[in-house]
């Protein structure tokens, strides 16, 4: 659950966002192996949504990328919320939209 809602602390502290996560899944993967699987989901969260926001910034030219931005932002905060409510559930949810660069 924690390593869904690491996501946020972006929020809070710059780049802290992706670099806790990482931490979080490296440091307790072999400790949790259930937790393996939600760090891979969330390193393929976190991929995706930098392609995506890279080319919501193109976009900005055709004026489509403002509202993709804006769209991106508000699931940036909703998906790791109910991440980390699935996984205090004991589910495994995968992020929609997320393409899988990591297993």
Known sequence: MALHLSLLAGYIVPLAGF???IV???VKKRDMPELDLHG???ANWMV???IYVVLSLLLIFVLIGIPLLW???IISVVFPIVGAIKASQ???WRYPGSVTFFG
């Open 71 to 73: 769209a991106l932002g």
């Open 19 to 21: 670099v806790a996560p």
């Open 24 to 26: 979080i899944w490296q």
């Open 48 to 50: 995706s949504l930098l």
């Open 90 to 92: 004991g589910e495994l």
């Open 40 to 42: 891979r989901i969330v």
